[in-house]
């Protein structure tokens, strides 16, 4: 038997395990252990809602509020407007959607603490709203008398509602986090610039995070409001959403089964040794240290590394560790001359950057023809890195334009940048650090092959074949396959340089900026590196801009080189012609003949 | 003559992986040893037990005698200094302050003035930029600046993990000169430098690793000779000059 299957079975043994303990609840306990377990249920759910937002790297404290607006929407309409059930408890969850995409638009654009306080002023807010708007919601009195589900008669029967509504929000949780859609958000948890780099808009996947959760949160308050027939301001305060917060932490942020596990714990241990008062909010801030202590990446994540461990199913570093040497040189047939008379793919005119007092970028000028490898060297400092930055969206030019195919890309998001066709690379070498190195070129070619919104939020990653298969070629291209299964963080330095390289190529660029790949790597790597380059652009006709530092790269691969000193073009011509160029020697090579 | 440094039967592991297997060297006081291979080979992972950033799973590292325990503070206290790979500065203090910080194990004032003003006289542009966010800086400024507060501690031994990563080449060789000088003074350095060139030119003896252990060891001009280094690091790399005295280094 495989350990995969192992794994799988054991998986299915403990689901059976929970459903068997949670059948035995209703006929064995009497109804404050069942009044509990429904509590718990909504809670379970209320985290595994509450997870992707903070997979994504963005913090909440509005969890909670969710919660309480989908409640009281769900209240106004089915006790005072006789509304059905079912519609009022879809309703709750829209109104809810519905407030989180209001304070997220605005919100959700910086980064930072902002966002963070701004969910915390709405859930001041809104109850302050269900205090003082009488007529809608009954100020301090609440609302009383809100049916239960049709056919449900007593609180054994909710019991069971409650575990469906519950079962439900995971299930599909579970199938969100492993689609493409769960993939953008550990992309964006991991590194939101080298998402946006990848053609993953950040804003979008957080506030897509931020509103399917809220929408959750609605439905499963519609429940509780059914469940208590009577809420009040009093029965949401802020203590809600930051146990949820804590549930999700204690239970494994990263984990699929974080949330749940972590809720399921922090509610029902206390619960079950009687505490009151203030002895949950005890436990949870002592379960929070202990983790922190013992299971710094949560219970469900170190419990996961543990079977892992026990089945021999950690994939190891291959015991071959050496960087690129899969490569068969190309034999390459080419004219630097023959570019001038194809196409320019990108223009770039007169850009300038400032940033406070330094003029970092002052007015270059360059072309790119379709094919083409242009070199861009320099000093230190010289304004390379930031022409990038220019280039690719990342920063906007005080003056200037940048042209690719023909369309100004100026003012352009860098995920804009790279659907358009141009990806580059990072100097640090980015990478997303807990994926793994095959899903951190799946996520890049992700952006190149669009799909339809609901699929990619259905279909498990695993079952895109097209996607899947293109992420292997192109490992296999950079002599990465085999370290496919590692963890992108674990990846020594030149590694993870390849992977830089890896990913901006499953972008399907037509143009592709490289900022010192070369870097960190020994002589011997390098001619790899560059045997690698000339087969990329000998089998994707792709034009390629590279900073380099090592002569190597620049003398082999260049057609065109241009210099920079201090944010101004200095040389530009073929790489012999600008090597040799008395202003590149003294500022550039040091008086050391080229 | 005792050894500054010495690594006997040292493993290192990252969780499950075994990144270096019983890997044996010394360092004589004065001496500068370079540590080369492929990426992978574990010469970060060897330098970062050593400067007490990660605890070995088998074997010891003495220093000037005694067992290195407790730490990357309690390793910079002995005198040693890290300089670590991929441009590792404070991003949101400025560059003086950065070096700062290097310096806090020493006390006298007069001393981390005098020291600041060597290391801007090495790196020119740390001067000009001394008020500015090291997080402002570029790419090769940044690795200028970490190796700048590595040297303000006076160290005993300088582990210098790829010092010229992303440098200019008109930067290499300044770097190249600074470490050729700190050698001159006396320092002890270990030194990983991909730049065939500069460890040719700088290193009194060299260990090659593969998989975690090392696979040949030697003198400078010894392994510049042998066709397993230029197989394996040197490439079709010949050095211009066999092994210049490093203690004059050679003028730009």
């Known amino acids: 038997m495989t350990s995969a299957r192992t794994t799988r079975l054991l998986g299915y043994a403990a689901v059976a395990a929970v459903l068997v303990l949670v059948g035995l609840v209703p006929s064995t306990s009497g109804p404050y252990t069942n009044h509990i377990f429904v509590l718990a249920f909504l809670a379970i759910g209320l985290a595994a809602s509450y997870r992707p937002l903070l997979v994504a790297g963005q913090v909440s404290l509005a969890h909670g509020a969710f919660y309480a607006v989908g409640a009281y929407g769900f209240a106004i309409l089915a006790q005072k407007h006789g509304v059905s059930f079912w519609l009022a408890a879809l309703a709750g969850g829209g109104v809810a959607s519905l407030a989180s995409v209001l304070i997220g638009v605005p919100s959700l654009r910086t980064a930072g603490a902002y966002f963070f306080l701004c969910t915390f002023a709405f859930s001041v807010v809104i109850t302050s709203v269900f205090q003082n708007f009488k007529s809608l919601t009954g100020g301090f009195a609440g609302i009383s008398g809100i049916p239960y589900p049709p056919g449900i008669t007593t609180e054994a029967d909710f019991f069971w509602v409650a575990f469906a509504a519950c079962a439900l929000t995971v299930a599909v949780f579970v199938v969100l986090d492993r689609s493409l859609w769960g993939l953008e958000l550990h992309g964006v948890g991991a590194s939101p610039e080298l998402a946006e780099a990848v053609g993953v808009s950040r804003f979008a996947t957080l506030l897509r995070a931020f509103a399917v959760g809220a929408f959750f949160a609605g439905v499963l308050g519609a429940f509780y409001a059914s469940f208590t027939g009577f809420i009040a301001p009093q029965s949401f305060d802020l203590w809600l959403s930051v146990s949820i917060l804590t549930a999700v932490i204690v239970g494994g942020v990263r984990h699929v089964w974080g949330g749940v596990l972590g809720a399921a714990f922090i509610t029902l241990v206390p619960l079950a040794f009687h505490w009151k008062g203030s002895g949950d909010a005890i436990f949870g801030a002592a379960c929070v240290i202990v983790v922190m202590f013992v299971m710094r990446r949560g219970i469900a994540t170190e419990l996961g590394a543990l079977i892992a461990r026990l089945l021999r199913q950690v994939p190891a570093m291959p015991e071959h560790t050496h960087l690129l040497d899969a490569g068969d040189d190309a034999v390459e047939a080419r004219d630097p001359a023959a570019f001038a008379a194809r196409p320019v793919v990108l223009d770039v005119r007169a850009i300038a950057k400032s940033f406070g007092g330094i003029r970092a970028v002052r007015g270059v000028s360059f072309d790119l023809h379709e094919g083409e490898t242009l070199g861009l060297i320099g000093p230190n400092g010289s304004g390379k890195t930031t022409t990038f930055n220019l280039i690719s969206g990342f920063a906007r030019p005080d003056h200037g334009e940048v042209t690719l195919r023909g369309e100004s890309i100026s003012a352009a998001s860098p995920h804009r940048v790279v659907r358009h066709g141009l990806a580059r690379s990072f100097q640090a070498s980015a990478v997303f650090g807990h994926l793994t190195v095959f899903e951190n070129v799946l996520l890049a070619v992700r952006g190149s092959r669009p799909v339809n919104p609901v699929a990619r939020m259905l279909v498990p990653v695993r079952r895109r074949g097209a996607h899947t298969a293109h992420a292997e070629a192109v490992l296999a291209e950079v002599g990465l396959l085999e370290f496919a299964a590692v963890q992108a963080d674990a990846l020594p330095y030149g590694h993870k340089k390849v992977l830089g390289l890896a990913i901006g190529l499953a972008t399907n660029p037509s143009v592709l900026c490289l900022d010192e790949p070369a870097t960190g790597m020994t002589d011997v790597e390098i001619a790899h590196l560059t045997s690698v380059l000339r087969r990329v652009r000998a089998n994707h006709d792709v034009a390629l801009v590279i900073i380099e530092h090592r002569l190597a790269v620049i003398r082999e691969l260049c057609d065109r080189v241009v210099a920079l000193r201090s944010g101004e073009v200095i040389a530009e011509g073929t790489a012999r012609e600008v090597l040799e160029s008395p202003e590149v020697m003294t500022a550039f090579l040091g008086g050391v003949p080229a | ?252």
């Open chain 2, 1 to 252: 003559m005792t050894p500054l440094l010495e690594a006997i039967d040292l493993s290192l592991r990252y969780g499950a992986t075994t990144a270096v297997r019983g890997v044996s060297f010394a360092i004589a006081p004065g001496e500068v040893v370079a540590l080369v291979g492929a990426n992978g080979a574990g010469k970060t992972t060897t330098m970062r037990a050593i400067s007490g950033a990660m605890a070995p799973a088998g074997g010891r590292i003495l220093f000037k005698g005694a067992e290195l325990k407790g730490g990357p503070h309690a390793a910079l206290r002995a005198g040693i200094a890290h300089c670590p790979e991929g441009r590792q500065v404070f991003p949101l203090m400025s560059v003086d302050e950065n070096l700062l910080v290097g310096a806090h194990t020493i006390r006298d004032r007069k001393l981390i003035d005098a020291r600041r003003a060597r290391m801007f006289e090495v790196f020119p542009i740390l001067d000009e930029r001394r008020a500015q966010p090291a997080g402002t800086l570029s790419g090769g400024e940044q690795q200028m600046l970490a190796m700048a507060r590595a040297l303000m501690s006076e160290p005993e031994l300088l582990l210098l993990d790829e010092p010229t990563m992303g440098l200019a080449p008109i930067m290499v060789n300044a770097v190249g000169d600074e470490i050729a000088r700190l050698k001159a003074d006396g320092m002890s350095i270990l030194l990983v430098e991909e730049t065939a060139d500069l460890t040719l030119r700088i290193a009194d003896s060299m260990h090659l690793m593969e998989g975690g252990r090392i696979a040949l060891s030697g003198t400078t001009a010894e392994m510049a000779a042998s066709d397993v280094m230029r197989r394996l690091y040197l490439g079709d790399h010949a050095p211009a000059t066999p092994i210049p005295d490093a203690k004059e280094p050679p003028s730009p």
